[in-house]
């Protein structure tokens, strides 16, 4: 992907980070994916009381795509209130592998981009492979 397509995805991003309801960690992420048809779905973290319940903004991202009928992912564009940017957590990279395992992904905060690769992020990843 070229830098203006990964300018609208940032946007995109910031953009649902606004939606964000995080009234526990304060911790306000937004998170835009594009698929290989070029469309792109976004979501944003919701907490919860009870903790486990909260979604990541990539998981909601990645829910949307998938209740579209989406399946081919090429980029992951991440936006946080952090004061550094922050790769997905563990359990995002789990599920965003399942799909799509060379996922580019930047992640933007503050002033700062950083630029990783979803499989160097979960080397060895457990796949349906590893399945009966």
Not at 17 to 43: C, E, I, M, N, W
Not at 48 to 54: D, E, H, K, L, W
Request: glycine share 8%.
């Amino acid at each position: 992907m070229d830098d203006d397509a990964w300018d609208g995805l940032k946007r995109a991003a910031m953009n649902a980070r606004a939606h964000a309801y995080a009234p526990y960690s304060g911790f306000t992420v937004g998170a835009a994916l594009q698929t290989k048809s070029g469309a792109v779905f976004t979501g944003c973290n919701v907490e919860n009381a009870s903790y486990g319940a909260t979604i990541c903004a990539e998981r909601a991202a990645l829910a949307a795509a998938v209740s579209a009928g989406e399946r081919e992912l090429v980029a992951l564009a991440i936006a946080s209130g952090a004061k550094s940017p922050t790769p997905p957590c563990g359990i995002c990279r789990q599920s965003l592998i399942e799909l799509a395992p060379s996922l580019s992904i930047r992640s933007y905060a503050g002033n700062g981009c950083v630029e990783y690769d979803l499989a160097s992020l979960l080397p060895d990843a457990f796949d349906r492979d590893q399945l009966d």
